[in-house]
């Protein structure tokens, strides 16, 4: 059974970082692509960050680039989202999510996530 | 000001059809590129509910059937029943912006 389970959330002041980790299991971990979204109170879902299987390629949305770092630990099984420079906009429901297959690309959906985990930036 | 625009809600009878729309551009949808559709019940993670415009999941009921044509998608759901209320997201991939979602759909069932 696929199980993705999400923690390092938390409260921290704008211009803090916080380590978001996401523990997989069920699956061969080095095989699958992953993502980050968030997902705002009362509001959408919305792409943060992907990884390939093999950690090779990353990708970021715009809002996010240069100040959160994603990679995975593929002797864990872990994936991570090192978030700097926060904005009081990063706070948010931070889901991991498993790709379908090794590349994140175009065709990249989600066939499991995690349960999310919170993070809020406020003084 | 979601890149993929959606309707904020819908509603429907139980045991209606209701459809969820998905509008894009050229650079995401009317690209090419696949539409992906998920459900997120209150309180909880999404759930894939379609991949690749309109294949269903192992476990998803018929009742729920995608398609796209152009620069937009559509999200189907016929039989309603009371616990298809949620919101509903589509999802797709654009040559600027990679991973793009859609605002979110809620339906409420009457």
């Known amino acids: 059974e696929v199980q993705l389970v999400e923690s390092g959330g938390g409260m921290v002041q704008p211009g803090g970082s916080l380590r978001l980790s996401c523990a997989a299991s069920?699956?061969?971990?080095?095989?699958?692509?992953m993502s980050w979204v968030r997902q705002a109170p009362g509001k959408g879902l919305e792409w943060v960050s992907g990884?390939?299987?093999?950690?090779?390629?990353?990708y970021y949305a715009d809002p996010v680039k240069g100040r959160f770092t994603i990679s995975g630990d593929n002797s864990k099984n872990t994936l991570y989202l090192q978030m700097d420079s926060l904005r009081a906009e990063d706070s948010a429901v931070y889901y991991c999510?498993?790709?379908?297959?090794?590349?994140?690309?175009?065709?990249?959906?989600?066939?499991?996530w995690g349960q999310g985990t919170l993070v809020t930036v406020s003084s | 000001q979601s890149v993929l625009t959606q309707p904020p809600s819908v509603s429907g009878a139980p045991g209606q059809r209701v459809t969820i729309s998905c509008t894009g551009s050229?650079?995401?949808?009317?690209?090419?590129?696949?539409v992906h559709w998920y459900q997120q019940l209150p309180g909880t993670a999404p759930k894939l509910l379609i991949y690749?415009?309109?294949n269903r999941p192992s476990g998803v009921p018929d009742r729920f059937s995608g398609s796209k044509s152009g620069t937009s998608a559509s999200l189907a759901i016929t039989g309603l029943q009371a616990e298809d209320e949620a919101d509903y997201y589509c999802?797709?991939?654009?040559?600027?912006?990679?991973?793009?979602f859609g605002g979110g759909t809620k339906l409420t069932v009457l």
């Open positions: 990884i390939s299987g093999s950690g090779d390629s990353t």
């Open positions: 690749g415009n309109s």
């Open positions: 069920g699956f061969t971990f080095s095989n699958y692509a």
């Open positions: 999510a498993k790709d379908f297959r090794g590349i994140y690309g175009s065709k990249s959906y989600y066939e499991y």
């Open positions: 050229s650079s995401n949808i009317g690209a090419g590129y696949d």
């Open positions: 999802q797709s991939y654009d040559s600027n912006l990679r991973g793009v």
